[in-house]
């Protein structure tokens, strides 16, 4: 079993920042690449960015400059720090980690529960 856990959201004014983390247990042979999503209703879930276990890194063209997107390997751990935060950054952020659970087994995707994300003045 593999569980994502997400903390960090809230509510934020424009300009605000948030800092996003995530934290995969369970059974984890391999954490290869992490990364974090955002949905709002009745849109698809978008890639926000992504981190791969050697530490290169992808964002979406809108929170690039703004967003930073980091991993401690040791502790299977992804943070997102999003600063000069907009109201269009309004959305439930969720927690992805692609992960091989042992020597033997396929890697898979993982997803975490979400956490809401909410920039209004």
């Known amino acids: 079993q593999v569980r994502l856990v997400e903390s960090g959201g809230g509510l934020v004014q424009p300009g605000g920042s948030l800092r996003l983390s995530c934290a995969a247990s369970?059974?984890?042979?391999?954490?290869?690449?992490m990364g974090w999503y955002r949905q709002t209703p009745g849109q698809q879930r978008e890639l926000v960015a992504t981190?791969?276990?050697?530490?290169?890194?992808a964002y979406a063209d809108s929170v690039k400059g703004r967003f930073t997107i980091s991993r401690d390997n040791a502790k299977n751990t992804v943070n997102l720090q999003m600063n000069s935060l907009k109201s269009e950054d309004t959305a439930v952020y969720f927690c992805?980690?692609?992960?091989?659970?042992?020597?033997?087994?396929?890697?898979?995707?993982?997803w975490g529960q979400g956490t809401q994300v909410t920039v209004s003045s």
């Open positions: 992805n980690a692609n992960v091989m659970r042992t020597i033997v087994s396929k890697a898979a995707d993982h």
């Open positions: 981190i791969t276990n050697s530490g290169s890194t």
């Open positions: 369970g059974i984890l042979f391999r954490v290869n690449d």
